[in-house]
């Protein structure tokens, strides 16, 4: 099955810093990768996703960058805002495949600091 | 769109009772479900996957008899807790997807076990 690893698992940074989450998968088969925001005690949200045939993708502050060879994504969030503290988590697919179950990373705790 | 409302938000009970959890998709047909773990500080650690019409795929280690899930309609997927006990609190949190869509997650249910 998959496999992801996600570092760091706690990052803290000023406001207005960029922030980066990178992870690793191990099945190369796999085709696409999303990134989730979970505030405490409420669901993940899908901030981010990127599939394979890309090697980036951006939607305003925030940005997913895929390095198939090497088998690691990464989210990057510019001018950070208090706001944007949560914890981050990146899913690959078990079985290659997009509409796969998800696999998902260990989470990292951001913190904005005002 | 895509809105996955989850039921109850918070359940709890003596040990040794039932808990029954209702996920709907309300604006769009899932036709995959899933059911999610999560302990406090921890990643989303998924327990099952449906399809809508099928029995439940369970991961490794998760007791079927123990978490009964039903996946009757396209909209709707229940996670009955059957016989719960202390060990059994946590985060429960359930997502939907239509066709190779991304999931969608509802806001979960805290389950206390007394």
């Known amino acids: 099955g998959e496999n992801v690893e996600q570092h760091p698992s706690t990052l803290s940074v000023q406001e207005g810093d960029s922030a980066v989450i990178k992870c690793t998968y191990s099945?190369?088969?796999?085709?696409?990768f999303p990134w989730y925001k979970q505030e405490l005690g409420k669901r993940p949200q899908l901030i981010i996703d990127?599939?394979?045939?890309?090697g980036e993708k951006k939607d305003q502050r925030i940005a997913v960058t895929l390095n198939k060879t090497a088998k690691h994504f990464s989210l990057h969030i510019t001018e950070t805002q208090p706001e944007d503290s949560a914890v981050y988590f990146c899913?690959?697919?078990?079985?290659?495949?997009?509409?796969?179950?998800?696999?998902f990373g260990q989470g990292t705790i951001l913190t904005v600091h005002p | 769109g895509a809105v996955v409302s989850q039921h109850p938000s918070w359940v709890i009970c003596k040990s040794g009772t039932s808990v029954k959890i209702e996920c709907r998709s309300l604006?769009?047909?899932?036709?995959?479900m899933f059911w999610y773990r999560q302990f406090p500080k921890q990643s989303l650690m998924l327990m099952a996957t449906?399809?809508?019409?099928?029995?439940?795929?369970?991961e490794q280690g998760v007791e079927k008899d123990k978490f009964l899930i039903n996946h009757a309609s396209l909209t709707l997927s229940t996670l009955t807790v059957t016989s719960a006990h202390p060990e059994d609190s946590s985060f429960y949190i359930c997502?939907?997807?239509?066709?190779?869509?991304?999931?969608?997650f509802g806001d979960g249910t805290r389950l206390s076990i007394l």
């Open positions: 997502s939907a997807r239509e066709g190779f869509q991304p999931q969608h």
């Open positions: 099945d190369s088969a796999s085709n696409y």
């Open positions: 990127i599939r394979s045939n890309v």
């Open positions: 899913a690959a697919p078990s079985g290659g495949t997009s509409y796969g179950k998800l696999t």
């Open positions: 604006d769009f047909q899932a036709t995959t």
């Open positions: 449906s399809n809508e019409g099928s029995k439940a795929t369970y």
